[in-house]
C-alpha cells in the first residue's frame, strides 16, 4: 500500500516563500497525476495545482496563478509545491494526492491516495 508523505510546512510571515515535498513510502507515484489540495479552518478542502506524469501538463487554482509552481522529478520520486509571495490567506493544511490516471484533474474523486498533510501558516 502506498503512502504519501508531505514536508516543508511551517509559520512563515506574509510574501515569503516555502517549498513543500511530497514522496511516496516504499512505492513510486507510477505515471500518475499528483496534485496538491488544502483545507483552511472551517473550509472545504480545495484544489491547489496538479501535475502530469511527464510535468509538461499542470493546472492551478485561480487563487495561486502566478504565485505557486507545481513540479516534479520522477527520478528522485518527488513531487514539489513551491510557494511564492505567501499570504494569509494561504493559511491551511497541506495534502499532496495520486492521481487515479496521468490525467491532471482538480476534482478529489480523481485521486486514490491521500498524504497525512502539512500545516503552512502566514502571518500578517
Known amino acids: 500500500q502506498v503512502q504519501l508523505v508531505e514536508s516543508g510546512g511551517g509559520l512563515v510571515q506574509a510574501g515569503a516563500s516555502l517549498r513543500l515535498s511530497c514522496a511516496p513510502s516504499g512505492r513510486t507515484f507510477g505515471a500518475r497525476a499528483v496534485a496538491w489540495f488544502r483545507q483552511a479552518p472551517g473550509k472545504e478542502r480545495e484544489v491547489v495545482g496538479s501535475?502530469?506524469?511527464?510535468?509538461?501538463?499542470?493546472y492551478y487554482h485561480d487563487s495561486v496563478k502566478g504565485r505557486f509552481t507545481i513540479s516534479r522529478d520522477n527520478f528522485k520520486n518527488t513531487v514539489y509545491l513551491q510557494m511564492n509571495s505567501l499570504a494569509p490567506e494561504d493559511t491551511a493544511v497541506y495534502y499532496c494526492a495520486r492521481g487515479t490516471s496521468d490525467s491532471v484533474s482538480s476534482r478529489q474523486s480523481d485521486y486514490d491516495v491521500w498524504g497525512q498533510g502539512t500545516q503552512v501558516t502566514v502571518s500578517s
Open positions: 501535475i502530469g506524469w511527464s510535468g509538461s501538463a499542470t
